[in-house]
């Protein structure tokens, strides 16, 4: 059973594990003023108690994310507005009066216009299916309030966002989404108390959940901002257990299909009991936010005999709707086998699979990959020439693809492969570390001219702690326009967290955001495992050694 708000044939559901939260806030309503209605009358107000996302008004979202706060459910991080005296705690007091600001409006404040709809508080109605309707948001009125996950002004199916304002696919997610052009971004902690979180990721059509990586083998749910307690999947019992801070192995990445919304089906990679590397595909259950185990069909394992370290990890589907892998070089330092550059080992290699296959192996290489002609798997290499690719991405608008590949003792890099490339760089490991020459055995010395060698656009060396590059995203999310274009990025070992814009193989906009991006509670962010993006395109840090996940927001 479960009791959802209905908008024509729109719905948001609120499982069992949040009815307190509902039910209070239902009760807040009731107790601030027994009308239960509220006019905003088409203008936004400066935030004020509950206006966790800044918009001028106090939503019903926000009020569910109130009581889930006061609750202990919920990070205080996720909505500051909400603590009226500062003292970095939500009561129910508090709780009252942003029901009141809900009802009332923000006394006060000079509004600005923002649309002519006026927006109505809900008033619930039981029915006898258990269900409550509401005359919520409008739909078509170009302005996307839960429970619409966009709205482009329409009621027209088949251009993105449908009749419901439901996303659909090629839509654009930020259709309606309120933007904060001239503001500067923030860090706020919107998950913690995690195990080793490694990852942050979301299906594509699915803007309310994310999901969190934790290395020892879970995935766990961040739904409309609520940290779910039972995991959406648990291979622990399949994964190498080590410390968290000295091993590179574990589940180390997670892939949604591009259609997972009608097949269900995404993909993993983990280091197994045998400290070899997996890819493997899993199937959703009829339950959204729980997974099948037992539906696991492993689709390629890469042996990694000798060393720990130097796993890669990295799952991500490309424009072209074929999953990449990112594997390391095998480990050992310098890469002793000469795996970066050699044609017949998938390690040290950018992989490239087609997996909309149902039988055994469960992939095919694509007829595009620029090696076809070799022996299977070979011929599932896009890319070669790295060390350990950690993480790597496309940009969602250019379909340029970013790799942060780790560097050896002196230099860390960043390539950038163009969106019309048909595969076969070579990224120069180990013959070359950065621009540098490192090991170009057999041969005496490094080619001069460097022919045949992809080089990075950007590297940096290991001067003031910096050791290790996390690869992040190019900035497309709504909430920050200003941002978009900025590729984000990281130093696991220092913590910084740097910024550039590449634009026709011009670097520009160079920048530390560090001290921007600081956390006002919940920091600092230590050790940066990771980025990710939400279905949005909405930017989240991992925090390995504190167990946490913050989100870049105004």
């Known amino acids: 059973m479960c009791i959802a708000l209905l908008n024509g044939v729109t719905k ?34 400066p935030p004020c108690a509950g206006d966790c996302d800044g918009d001028g008004r106090v939503s019903t979202a926000e009020l569910v994310r109130a009581v889930a706060i006061a609750l202990g459910d919920v990070g205080f991080g996720r909505c500051e507005s909400l603590d009226i005296n500062t003292d970095q705690r939500v009561t129910v007091d508090e709780v009252v009066q942003a029901v009141e600001e809900a009802l009332e409006g923000c006394p006060g404040r000079t509004p600005f216009p923002t649309r002519t709809p006026s927006l109505v508080a809900p008033t619930l109605t039981p029915t006898a299916t258990g269900t409550a309707t509401t005359t919520g948001p409008v739909c078509g009125d170009g302005v996307a309030e839960d429970p619409e996950e966009c709205d482009d002004g329409n009621t027209v199916s088949g251009d993105g966002c449908d009749a419901g304002c439901q996303l659909e696919p090629g839509g654009n997610p930020c259709a309606g989404v309120p933007t904060s052009p001239g503001t500067a971004p923030r860090a706020v902690l919107v998950a913690d108390g995690l195990n080793s979180p490694l990852f942050v990721t979301a299906p594509p059509l699915d803007p309310r959940r994310v999901f969190i990586v934790e290395r020892p083998g879970k995935v766990l749910v961040l739904e409309n901002g ?67 185990e037992d539906s696991e069909k492993i689709l390629l394992t890469l042996n990694h005999p000798t060393y720990a370290n130097h796993n890669g990890g990295q799952l991500a589907f490309g424009p072209d709707g074929f999953l990449y892998v990112g594997t390391g070089d095998g480990g050992g330092a ?13 390690l040290g290699k950018l992989l490239r699979l087609d997996v909309n296959v149902d039988d055994p192996p469960y992939y095919r290489t694509p007829p595009t990959n620029p090696h076809t002609d070799a022996t299977p798997p070979f011929d599932l290499i896009w890319a070669r020439g790295l060390r350990n690719p950690w993480r790597f991405s496309f940009d969602r608008q250019t379909r340029e693809l970013y790799i942060g590949d780790v560097g050896q003792d002196d230099w860390e890099e960043i390539d950038v492969q163009p969106a019309d490339s048909a595969g076969g760089e070579n990224y120069g490991w180990r013959v070359f570390e950065g621009d540098h020459c490192f090991n170009p055995a057999p041969l005496p010395a490094c080619p001069d001219p460097a022919t045949g060698f992809t080089f990075p656009v950007l590297e940096y060396d290991h001067s003031n702690g910096n050791c290790s590059i996390t690869g992040g995203f190019v900035y497309r999310g709504c909430a920050l326009p200003d941002l978009r274009g900025t590729y984000f990025f990281a130093d696991y070992c220092s913590a910084f967290i740097r910024g550039f814009r590449y634009t026709n193989g011009t670097l520009a906009d160079e920048r530390d955001w560090t001290a921007d991006l600081a956390p006002l509670s919940g920091g600092p962010i230590d050790h940066i495992s990771s980025f990710g993006e939400d279905a949005r395109g909405e930017l989240y840090v991992c925090d390995l050694g504190d167990g946490k996940v913050f989100k870049l927001e105004p």
């Open 12 to 45: 948001t559901v609120f499982r069992p594990r949040q009815w307190p939260a509902v039910l209070l806030t239902l009760a807040l309503f009731a107790l601030a003023d027994s009308t239960g209605s509220i006019v905003v009358a088409g203008e936004v107000f």
């Open 334 to 346: 310098g890469d002793p086998f000469a795996n970066g550059q050699s044609e017949t080992t998938l």
């Open 226 to 292: 609520v940290l779910l307690p039972q995991a959406f999947l648990d291979v622990s019992a399949r994964v190498w257990q080590a410390d968290r801070f000295t091993s590179e192995r574990g589940l180390l990445g997670l892939a949604f299909h591009p259609d997972f919304e009608s097949n269900g089906r995404f993909f993993v990679y983990y280091t197994n009991l045998s400290g070899n590397n997996v890819i493997a595909r899993y199937d959703v259950t009829a339950d959204p936010n729980d997974a099948d």
